[in-house]
């Protein structure tokens, strides 16, 4: 980007102090001596420093002396000083704080680096409306990171300001890093971001004296913050929007990014410093030409240049790419006067026979030598698109005030946001097809009203009246129930992505929904309801409810207009569970969730339960739902779905030793399962080590995971992942995979888990599941899992063969047992797949070795320390 060539010229941010809004900073860094010249927290923390990392790096990357790194990693604007304001105690960050760091450092800085931001939305927020502020008062020019969400209209505030010189990044290609948010601004169409610079795998100091390597908007936002410090020390007298401007005007333009992705193009400080003439204006955002455009009135813009050198500079003046007679500029041929000014002016008609669209170009101006002065256009001729006047109502019959409404075109996928005012507003949409939603808040009452699909065609008003929705009605037996949580989403799957709203809430008052308009056919709608019930106990939460309800309702095509239910054992399911404990641990917490026909469904309930703990649980079926429990003790997750018929009775243990390795429930979405072999390479995919004694799947992903795989007894790799992939020679051959963790904890079970399983492999032509087999001994155990000392006991075991995989049924069982932490073992007696164990009379733990062999020749050994205890 071409600060070796300024430095060379003679500038490198000397006399220039920029501000920097961050995460504190390490100010022993060798690379910052001599630039510091205050450091402030404003979290309310009193510590200045940096334990995060993230504002070391980012003023390294502005003027970091690269001392510590032998003079390699050196800043963009090694002569400048740093005023540094810790807004950020940890990644999250409070506004309060940014702003008051933003008023403290307008006053004193020419340029302030803000490598942070948030969701965007029509209007001004706080943010935004200091950087305006302050900029106006003091001429400071913020530079402020675009947003790392990838996506259209995701630019972050306060980057989408209009003063604000919002950045992208661009990978060591100059082509726009993947995570790079894109525009255009979010309710208006602004230009946003504006320039763009490096912003992946950068290398900047770290805390502690080091250096780390970091991606994101984060990091391209210094280099554009140095690279103004350098503008600003050769132009003392510049203000932000001059800075901004020059800045702009010189970028580069790169490879097939869009100006909604790279703004003006990659920052250039090496021809800003060159080139003597700048443009007034850093961009040029023309007025929307209505649609349709018979009566289009022309429009002017003029544009201003100056030069700074000591001789007149003549200029040719070029616009581009627009349709024939659309875009004019004149004079054709501009003589900017030494240290004077000069200006043409350019003349939009859209009354062409052209194209609707938005035009993305620039007007440049080239002069003699290398002169460019390249300023970006960006033109709508407005396609065919309608007013949709959307009124609002709130649930007291004012206008509302306090809402937020989407429309989203179910063709293009985009997003427009209607600006809030009391009562509501007009969304100028393109023809098409449009989902529709809208919360209204008032006080602690909130209203989702969703519309399946609103139709464009023509000009259109819709009543948003949130007396129109309904509350939940539910009656159960129980008449202390209340509810753990309401949810309640619509949602559209239109083949390009899912827009959809969810609204939330602890209270029936509290919540209400329905539809706009009429029944429409809406085959891409489903809305969702969950509810999930529960007795509140005396501290107001619901920890050890006796009884959980949770029902889920999904509506295909149609939204609810509330919702009215009486309910009882025999139009619900009922689930008798029992959940052990496998620590001292002894708190968990129980999770239900629904997923229906159209996909991921509403939220139930979310109960804590101190263990071990027996409960009753009611589950609706309607429309066939499957519930997925998940049950969470410690680190230690399980999960199992399961689909229920109405008026019957369920039994459910959960959390029952041993826990081990178990492939009884092989990931049906994957076609190599949790282990598999595609052509020449053999994956692993998260084996669950953990398993419990009814085969729901477990792992630990907290843990590491040694894995290693064997060919013909020689070892072809391993990984600490339980995630790997193993590339194989294409003949058949004899392969051993090894997978083992440990968990540590001495009252935890299974604090050691082993496996090993031996198989014959070859090159495949398609995706094959490995011919894994798993040995699931089920012992009664007691809800501590404990068995008793001193007792003979049968332990049966059932072999889980991978599902879709050749494993074959099951030839030889041996079982093995240790007293002692596996120091000694004793082979116990086996027939037709039960082991008989005989306890020691004093108390510990049981330590089980189980070795199986199909009748294909397949093999699995696998070994559990302190597979349950004895007492």
């Not at 010189?165 to 601004?185: E, I, M, T």
């Not at 961009?283 to 009566?295: E, G, K, L, S």
């Not at 969703?450 to 309904?470: C, F, I």
């Not at 399962?673 to 995919?685: E, K, L, M, N, V």
Request: charged content about 20%; proline content about 7%; overall charge negative.
């Amino acid at each position: 980007m071409g600060a070796p060539a300024a430095w060379q010229a003679g500038f490198d941010g000397t006399g220039v102090t920029v501000g920097v809004l961050d995460t504190g900073i390490d100010a022993n860094h060798p690379d910052f001596a001599g630039h510091l010249t205050e450091v402030r927290d404003f979290t309310g923390g009193g510590d200045p420093s940096d334990s995060v990392g993230h504002g070391t790096h980012v003023a390294s990357t502005i003027v970091g002396s690269g001392v510590a790194s032998g003079g390699r990693y050196r800043g963009v604007a090694p002569g400048a000083k740093l005023l540094v304001g810790k807004v950020c105690a940890t990644t999250e960050c409070q506004d309060s704080d940014i702003i008051t760091g933003m008023q403290w450092l307008a006053p004193q800085t020419r340029v302030v680096n803000v490598s942070l931001g948030g969701d965007d939305a029509p209007g001004l927020d706080p943010l935004e409306t200091a950087v305006q502020e302050l900029s106006h008062q003091y001429g400071t020019l913020f530079v402020v990171a675009a947003g790392n969400e990838g996506k259209p209209k995701s630019v972050s505030s306060p980057a989408s300001a209009d003063d604000a010189l919002a950045v992208a990044a661009v990978d060591s290609d100059d082509q726009r890093a993947y995570f790079s948010s894109r525009g255009p601004r979010i309710g208006d169409n602004h230009i946003k971001p504006e320039i763009s610079a490096p912003g992946v795998d950068i290398v900047a100091a770290a805390p502690g004296g080091d250096y780390a390597t970091m991606s994101g908007t984060s990091m391209a936002t210094p280099h554009v913050a140095g690279t103004a410090a350098i503008l600003a020390g050769q132009h003392p007298d510049w203000t932000g929007p001059q800075l901004k401007a020059a800045l702009m005007d010189s970028a580069r333009p790169t490879g097939e990014d869009t100006l909604y992705e790279q703004g003006a193009g990659r920052v250039d400080i090496a021809r800003a410093v060159a080139q003597p003439v700048a443009a007034d204006i850093a961009a040029i955002d023309f007025p929307v030409q209505r649609w349709p455009h018979a009566d289009d009135t022309p429009v002017t813009q003029v544009v201003g240049y100056r030069n700074t050198g000591t001789t007149p500079v003549t200029l040719t003046l070029a616009i581009a790419p627009a349709p024939a007679g659309m875009l004019t500029v004149s004079p054709a041929t501009l003589v900017v006067p030494a240290g004077g000014h000069a200006e043409a002016t350019i003349t939009v008609d859209t009354r062409v026979d052209a194209p609707d669209g938005v035009y993305q170009g620039a007007l440049t101006a080239t002069g003699a030598g290398d002169l460019r002065v390249r300023t970006p256009f960006a033109l709508n001729r407005e396609i065919e698109s309608y007013d949709v006047r959307l009124d609002h109502t709130g649930r007291d019959g004012k206008p509302a005030t306090e809402y937020t409404t989407v429309a989203a075109n179910l063709t293009t996928g985009e997003f427009s946001t209607l600006a809030v005012t009391p009562g509501g507003g007009v969304l100028r949409l393109p023809k098409g097809r449009y989902a529709l939603y809208s919360t209204i808040h008032e006080g602690s009452v909130s209203t989702l009203l969703a519309q399946p699909v609103l139709d464009v065609r023509g000009p259109v008003t819709e009543a948003l009246d949130a007396r129109s929705a309904k509350p939940v009605a539910l009656t159960v037996p129980q008449h202390d129930a209340a509810p753990t949580s309401i949810n309640v989403s619509a949602n559209w799957d239109d083949g390009l992505r899912y827009p959809g709203v969810q609204l939330s809430g602890l209270s029936f008052a509290d919540l209400f929904f329905g539809r706009i308009g009429p029944a429409v056919t809406a085959p891409e709608f489903t809305a969702t309801l969950g509810v999930g019930l529960a007795r509140p106990g005396t501290d107001g939460t619901f920890r050890n409810s006796p009884y959980t309800y949770d029902l889920a309702y999904v509506r295909q095509g149609d939204m609810f207009t509330g919702l009215t239910r009486k309910l009882s054992p025999k139009n619900l399911a009922t689930v008798r569970a029992t959940y052990r404990s496998q620590s001292t641990t002894t708190t968990a917490t129980r999770f239900h969730r629904a997923s229906g026909p159209g996909g991921s469904g509403p939220i139930g309930s979310n109960t804590p339960v101190d263990l071990p703990f027996k409960g009753v649980e009611y589950y609706n079926t309607d429309g066939g739902v499957v519930w997925t429990s998940t049950f969470l003790e410690g680190d230690n997750l399980t999960a199992q779905d399961s689909t229920f018929a109405a008026g019957r009775t369920y039994t459910q243990i959960w959390n029952a030793a041993p826990f081990g390795p178990s492939v009884a429930q092989a990931p049906t979405l994957s076609p190599l399962g949790y282990a598999g072999r595609d052509g020449d390479t053999i994956s692993i995919a998260s084996l669950p080590l953990f398993g419990d004694a009814s085969g729901r799947p477990a792992s630990r992903d907290d843990q590491p995971v040694r894995i290693r795989l064997l060919r013909d007894g020689k070892e072809i790799g391993s990984s600490d992942s339980p995630w790997a992939e193993f590339a194989v020679p294409a003949g058949r051959a004899t392969y051993r995979l090894e997978a083992a963790v440990t968990r540590g904890a001495p009252d935890t079970l299974s604090t050691s888990v082993s496996v090993a399983w031996t198989f014959t492999s070859a090159h495949t032509t398609s995706p094959e599941r490995l011919p894994l087999t798993t040995a699931r001994p089920t012992p009664v155990l007691d809800d501590t899992n404990t068995a008793r000392t001193g007792r003979v006991m049968a332990i049966p075991v059932t072999l889980d063969r991978q599902a879709g995989s050749k494993a074959t049924p099951n030839r030889t069982l041996s079982v093995s047992a240790s007293f002692d932490d596996g120091r000694t073992w004793l082979a116990l007696p086996v027939l037709r797949n039960v082991a008989v164990i005989s306890h020691p009379r004093r108390a510990g733990f049981v330590s089980l070795r189980l070795a199986a062999t199909d009748t294909a020749g397949n093999t699995v050994t696998q070994t559990i320390q302190r597979a349950y205890r004895i007492s």
